[in-house]
T-cell receptor, first 113, second 115 residues
Framework: GNSVTQMEGPVTLSEEAFLTINCTYT??????LFWYVQYPGEGLQLLLK?????DKGSNKGFEATYRKETTSFHLEKGSVQVSDSAVYFC????????????FGTGTLLAVQP | DTEVTQTPKHLVMGMTNKKSLKCEQH?????MYWYKQKAKKPPELMFV???????INESVPSRFSPECPNSSLLNLHLHALQPEDSALYLC??????????????FGPGTRLTVL
C-alpha cells in the first residue's frame, strides 16, 4: 500500500540556519503531496502542496519539489526562525475518490535563538 | 470564512459518561473527516463523510458514533470510552469530487481526557 517515510527528529537548529526535512513516498500512480505543520497545542495547517511531478510548492519561505524519479518531497527553508518551531508532517493523498491522507510520522523542529 | 471550528477545546470525561464533540465549517465543503491523534504521532483517520453520508469507517469501535446532521456540521458522540481513547481529536473538511486539489482544512482539535 501507499506510505510516507520522514526523517526522524527532533531536528535542532540555530536561528537563520538552513533546514531540510526529508520525505520519501511509496505509491502507485501520481499522488498529490503535502506538507502540514502543527504548532504546539494546535491543529494541522497546510503549509504547501504539489500535485504533479516537478511541481514546486512554496509558502512562508518553505519550498518542496515533487521528484518522481526519487519519489521524494523534501521540505527546505533557507533561514529558519524561532517561530518555525513545530512538528512537520509529510502526507500524500491516497488514490481513488476517498481523498484519504496518509501521513508520515512527523518531524519535530526546534529552532534556538 | 476559511475556518474549521471545533468545540469544546478541552474535555474531561469519565468512562461511564456520554459526551459529544462538535465540528463546523462554512466553506461549502461536502467532505468532512474525524481524525484521532495520540501524542507524538501522526493523525489517524477515523471517519469520512461525503455529502452527509458516511463513506469511510476505519474500523473504529462502536463507542465512537459519528453524525453529520447537515453539510456544515459534524458530530462525534462518545460513550463508554476507555482511558486509552484520550487523545487530540481533529476535524477536517475538503471539497468533494475526487480532484487532486482537494486539500483538507483542519480544525484546532478537541483534547480529550478519559479518566
Amino acid at each position: 500500500g501507499n506510505s510516507v517515510t520522514q526523517m526522524e527528529g527532533p531536528v535542532t537548529l540555530s536561528e537563520e540556519a538552513f533546514l531540510t526535512i526529508n520525505c520519501t513516498y511509496t505509491a502507485t500512480g501520481y499522488p498529490s503531496l503535502f506538507w502540514y505543520v502543527q504548532y504546539p497545542g494546535e491543529g494541522l495547517q497546510l503549509l504547501l502542496k504539489a500535485t504533479k511531478a516537478d511541481d514546486k510548492g512554496s509558502n512562508k519561505g518553505f519550498e518542496a519539489t515533487y521528484r518522481k524519479e526519487t519519489t521524494s518531497f523534501h521540505l527546505e527553508k533557507g533561514s529558519v526562525q524561532v517561530s518555525d518551531s513545530a512538528v512537520y508532517f509529510c502526507a500524500l493523498r491516497d488514490g481513488g475518490a476517498t481523498n484519504k491522507l496518509i501521513f508520515g510520522t512527523g518531524t519535530l523542529l526546534a529552532v534556538q535563538p | 470564512d476559511t475556518e474549521v471550528t471545533q468545540t469544546p477545546k478541552h474535555l474531561v470525561m469519565g468512562m461511564t459518561n456520554k459526551k459529544s464533540l462538535k465540528c463546523e465549517q462554512h466553506m461549502g465543503h461536502r467532505a468532512m473527516y474525524w481524525y484521532k491523534q495520540k501524542a507524538k504521532k501522526p493523525p489517524e483517520l477515523m471517519f469520512v463523510y461525503s455529502y452527509e453520508k458516511l463513506s469511510i469507517n476505519e474500523s473504529v469501535p462502536s463507542r465512537f458514533s459519528p453524525e453529520c446532521p447537515n453539510s456544515s456540521l459534524l458530530n462525534l458522540h462518545l460513550h463508554a470510552l476507555q482511558p486509552e481513547d484520550s487523545a487530540l481529536y481533529l476535524c477536517a473538511s475538503s471539497q468533494e469530487g475526487g480532484s487532486s486539489y482537494n486539500e483538507q482544512f483542519f480544525g484546532p482539535g478537541t483534547r480529550l481526557t478519559v479518566l
